[in-house]
């Protein structure tokens, strides 16, 4: 069973930079997409990006293009999300996600992480 565990979260100012990381364990991860959600309070829970099995097809959600990047180093068996020029709209609980194929949606998340809280001030 497979156990995908995010840290890296935290409280930022607007402007500011996070790398979030996404540990697996217990399956190598190198034959799944990858991808990251996040959830605002009150809000659905949203698509962040995600990459392919080998690191070489990538998507991002319009909102972060441009200032988000997620990779991937299967060699350690994680996954990171480089979040630059925050904004306090990103402000919510990213979730690490394993999918069954790509791209990664919420329909075919196989496993998800507990979450990691980022919280940008204005």
């Known amino acids: 069973q497979v156990r995908l565990v995010e840290s890296g979260g935290g409280l930022v100012q607007a402007g500011g930079s996070l790398r979030l990381s996404c540990a697996a364990s217990?399956?190598?991860?190198?034959?799944?997409?990858m991808a990251w959600f996040r959830q605002a309070p009150g809000k659905e829970r949203e698509f962040v990006a995600d990459?392919?099995?080998?690191?070489?097809?990538?998507s991002h959600a319009d909102s972060v293009k441009g200032r988000f990047t997620i990779s991937r180093d299967n060699a350690k068996n994680t996954v990171y999300l480089q979040m630059n020029s925050l904004k306090p709209e990103d402000t919510a609980v990213y979730y690490c996600a394993l999918g069954d194929s790509y791209p990664v949606r919420t329909g075919n998340v196989e496993v998800w992480g507990q979450g990691t809280l980022v919280t940008v001030s204005s």
């Open positions: 217990g399956r190598t991860i190198s034959s799944y997409a």
């Open positions: 990459v392919g099995r080998f690191g070489f097809r990538r």
